[in-house]
């Protein structure tokens, strides 16, 4: 088992900032993907971002088309997180923010995660 931890998520006007963390604990050396995804009330959860990595911790990121260079993600090995750093953030960016870990999986299918955050909710006032 994974468990999975967001924070950082709160309100903040229209082309501020936040950064989202995601602390994992339990069995991460299986861990081959951590994702972010979004869900804002009444629509289906939506792929944001999400990080792989090698035995050579080589990494690759990959990103949405709607926050492609607003948002970034980065993994602190060490530390077991991943962060979300979100700039120039729009009235639509506005929802629950999961955590997601992938055993096998890094691509844009909630379904196919393995182990999930509670959320943490970004509101972003115009």
């Known amino acids: 088992q994974v468990q999975l931890v967001e924070s950082g998520g709160g309100l903040v006007q229209a082309g501020g900032s936040l950064r989202l963390s995601c602390a994992a604990s339990g069995r991460t050396f299986s861990t081959y993907a951590m994702a972010w995804f979004r869900q804002a009330p009444g629509k289906e959860r939506e792929f944001v971002a999400v990080?792989?990595?090698?035995?050579?911790?080589?990494?690759?990121?990959y990103y949405t088309d709607s926050v492609k260079g607003r948002f970034t993600i980065t993994r602190d090995n060490a530390k077991k997180t991943v962060s979300l750093q979100m700039n120039s953030l729009k009235p639509e960016d506005t929802a629950v923010y999961y955590c997601?870990?992938?055993?096998?999986?890094?691509?844009?299918?909630?379904?196919?995660?393995?182990?999930w955050g509670q959320g943490t909710q970004v509101t972003v006032s115009s």
């Open positions: 990080i792989t990595w090698n035995t050579w911790s080589d990494t690759n990121t």
């Open positions: 997601a870990v992938g055993e096998s999986y890094s691509g844009p299918r909630p379904d196919l995660y393995n182990y």
